[in-house]
């Protein structure tokens, strides 16, 4: 007959961004997607200006461009970013009154190097008074809409 018989045994544990993984497997799949989001550059474009009372009525998007390569080049997103813009947000300037009037203003791109910073500038781009914001809206190296960031980026 056996009796008890008392072990301490240790079992390694990845730990990333405060969560432990038994497995490290789980741990680099969870790193993959955690920071995902940090390939794509993003810009802010303000849109749907209010021309007429003057009350600071506008809209903001967030976009969120995803490199059409391996390495992310500023100017393929600034012009996949203007791509969107064109394509849902429509010329760039139209006319009132006889003159000349810009429709939408598309800001330099960022790009973030930590999940930190990202939610900081998400979370200084939020709704106020007569000013919405909608975004990120996550779009191709073409322009074309996406579901956004996953594990493989």
Not at 30 to 56: C, I, M
Not at 129 to 143: A, N
Request: aromatic share 12%; glycine share 10%.
């Amino acid at each position: 007959m056996t009796g008890i018989i008392e072990t301490t045994k240790t079992v390694p544990v990845y730990t990333v961004g405060g969560r432990e993984f038994l497995d490290r497997a789980e741990a680099e799949a969870y790193l993959r997607k955690r920071d995902a989001p940090l390939r794509y550059t993003y810009f802010t474009v303000d849109h749907a200006f209010e021309h007429t009372e003057g009350r600071g009525y506008q809209a903001r998007t967030i976009l969120a461009v995803k490199p059409a390569g391996r390495e992310p080049s500023p100017v393929n997103a600034a012009a996949a970013a203007t791509v969107w813009c064109l394509a849902n947000l429509g010329k760039l300037i139209t006319e009132w009154y006889g003159r000349p009037l810009v429709e939408w203003s598309l800001s330099g791109g960022q790009r973030f190097e930590s999940i930190e910073e990202l939610g900081a500038f998400l979370a200084v781009h939020k709704p106020r008074q007569h000013f919405r914001v909608e975004g990120p809206v996550y779009i191709d190296g073409f322009g074309n809409q996406t579901e956004g960031p996953t594990a493989k980026g």
